[in-house]
């Protein structure tokens, strides 16, 4: 198991295109989660995967936004209409809760830019 | 709501120097703390997890340290070498919600050779 994967790496889109972004967690990881990062930003939490279960979602997603996980596999994160907005780094992330630890790995991420 | 903040926001030292990155944090109750590197473009490598309860943590020339009650964490980086260059970021995660992680806009560290 080489870590968290995803793909592609980067996507060039024009607006008002759709995008799909995978991500590959750790296997046996329940947990995982979506964020997002503009440049001289920290990391903004998007939503967030326990299995299959969607269970929180940030204000940050919107309508345009969708997010999957079945199997409780590997998860899809789509945008749809694209702005140049959307323009950002999307990070994963992965965590199994051991004892009292709740460490998320993240993957490398795909940078999405948007003309 | 939680709000991290991370001072400096830039760093420029010698190769060789002993450093400290400073992150505070508004909200006491966290259940941990992540410090992670982030080299340009790259994602989120993780360096160490300090729980609630714990004072600090060591991994190799890494030190971080906790001070919840006042809201504070530090990474000491000691002898920096240029490969430690990169932006350096902390995570809290707090005890309410569903294990997300609040980010600081991270320390931009440059060690020259």
Redesign the interface.
Known sequence: DTG?S?NPRHKITKRGQNVTFRCDPISEHN?L?W?RQTL??????LT?F?NEAQ??KSRLLSDRFSAERPKGSFSTLEIQRTEQGDSA?Y?C?S?FPTG??????????T?LTVT | KQE?TQIPAALSVPEGENLVLNCSFTDSAI??L?W?RQDP??????LL?I?S?QREQTSGRLNASLDKSSGRSTLYIAASQPGDSATY?C?V?MYS??????????TMLLVSP
């Open positions: 968290v995803q947990r989660y964020y001289g930003q920290g990391p903004e939490f967030y326990q269970l929180e780094m990070l992330a965590s009292e630890s709740y460490e998320q790995y993240f993957g490398p991420g940078r | 991290v259940y941990n992540q992670f473009g790259k994602g989120l490598t993780s997890l729980q309860s970021l995570a995660h919600g569903y294990s997300t992680l609040t980010f600081g806009k991270g």
